[in-house]
């Protein structure tokens, strides 16, 4: 089992930052791919990017390409999202998740990740 929490949420304005964090225990971090993914209400969960094992390739979804950024630190068992020109739009509950599958497409689906954060919320505001 890998134990996935997220924390870094919060209430920011619209053109603000946010970096999200995502930390991992359990397993060795370096057998997982990591990724995050964003739930609005009323809507399904959607990718968001996704890091491989080294840290050495990343994916976004279109939607946030250019100004949201996934890192990892090996070191410290911990995945990050940093997301910079925050939009209304962007506001919703982010996961982060792991599977030792990498989708370097970026064409990855949640029931394609086996361990889930709780979600951390992302709020928006106009």
């Known amino acids: 089992q890998v134990q996935l929490v997220d924390t870094g949420g919060g209430l920011v304005q619209t053109g603000g930052s946010l970096r999200l964090s995502c930390a991992a225990s359990?397993?060795?971090?370096?057998?997982?791919?990591m990724a995050w993914f964003r739930q609005a209400p009323g809507k399904e969960r959607d990718f968001v990017a996704t890091i491989n094992w080294s840290g050495g390739h990343t994916v976004y979804a279109d939607s946030v390409k250019g100004r949201f950024a996934i890192s990892r630190d090996n070191r410290k068992n911990t995945v990050y999202l940093q997301m910079n020109s925050l939009k209304p739009e962007d506001t919703a509950l982010y996961y982060c998740?792991?599977?030792?599958?990498?989708?370097?497409?970026?064409?990855?689906?949640?029931?394609?990740?086996?361990?889930w954060g709780q979600g951390t919320q992302v709020t928006v505001s106009s």
């Open positions: 998740a792991a599977d030792t599958a990498y989708y370097s497409s970026g064409n990855v689906s949640p029931k394609d990740m086996r361990f």
């Open positions: 359990g397993r060795t971090f370096t057998n997982y791919a």
